[in-house]
């Protein structure tokens, strides 16, 4: 695997991920975008589609399951995009009320479970097939999470918290659920995800922004300004 940014290629160039004007690679990596798709939503769907895309097939999200996704941000909003698509009954998961209005009715979740209320957590114990985990913050009580999992149900992280995490073993071995991870996805997945996203008209929610202000998206997107991905485009 060649990582995105700061990676080493075979003939020695170090890559600039989003950040650089062109890219030439070999044409087995080379997706086709399908019409009527943008070039700026495929942009965000090159990263972010394909890794909440991926783990959810993978795991057989799709009718009858519940599956619930962790964070509203540029990975999470197209996470319940895709779980809705899929034909589950999705829950989008959050640390506060904010994005309430925005995931049942502009991402199509059915459910929204605020974490930081003790009695709709408690409602939620045991409920959800899949937990998509998105998102995490220095304060994320896994704990708690591993508490909404189904018995046999699985815990996805395909976001990666900076410190390590911990949890009590009794959180997860007693109900038999799975913690696991998933990483981007392969140029097959990725073509497929986008027909599929052309089909269920999936779109990927984006704001275009210069290169020149490359900074300045950087900061917006560190501060959780971004609705709900920035797309870097060369002046």
């Known amino acids: 695997m060649i990582w995105t940014y700061n990676g080493m290629t075979p003939e020695g160039y170090i890559t600039q991920g989003g950040y650089a004007d062109y890219y030439r690679c070999n044409y087995k ?9 943008t070039s700026e939503s495929a942009a965000a769907m090159m990263c972010a589609g394909v890794t909440t895309y991926a783990p959810l097939k993978e795991h057989g999200a799709g009718p009858g399951m519940k599956v619930a996704v962790l964070g509203i941000g ?14 589950a009954e999705v829950t989008a998961l959050s640390s506060s009320n904010r994005k309430e209005k925005d995931s049942k009715e502009l991402l199509g979740a059915h459910h929204y479970v ?6 709709a957590v408690e409602a939620a114990k045991g409920s959800f097939d899949i937990i998509l985990c998105t998102s995490y913050s220095d304060n994320t ?25 911990s949890f009590a073993a009794f959180s997860v071995v007693p109900r038999h659920i799975a913690f696991v991870g998933s990483l981007i996805g392969s140029p097959a997945q990725l073509e497929e995800m986008l027909a599929f996203a052309v089909e269920k008209n999936v779109n990927s929610i984006v704001e275009v922004m210069p290169m020149s202000k490359a900074a300045e998206a950087m900061n917006r997107v560190h501060n959780g300004d971004a609705r709900f991905r920035i797309v870097l485009k060369n002046d």
Do not use: R, Y
Request: with cysteine.
């Open 74 to 87: 540029g990975l999470g909003h197209l996470g319940i995009q895709w779980a809705v698509a899929l034909g």
């Open 29 to 37: 990596f080379a997706v086709p975008i399908p019409e009527p798709m």
């Open 114 to 119: 605020c974490c930081s209320d003790a009695a």
């Open 141 to 165: 009580d896994w704990n708690l999470l591993f508490s909404m999992v189904a018995t046999e149900g699985k815990f996805v992280l395909v976001g990666l918290p900076e410190k390590p995490i």
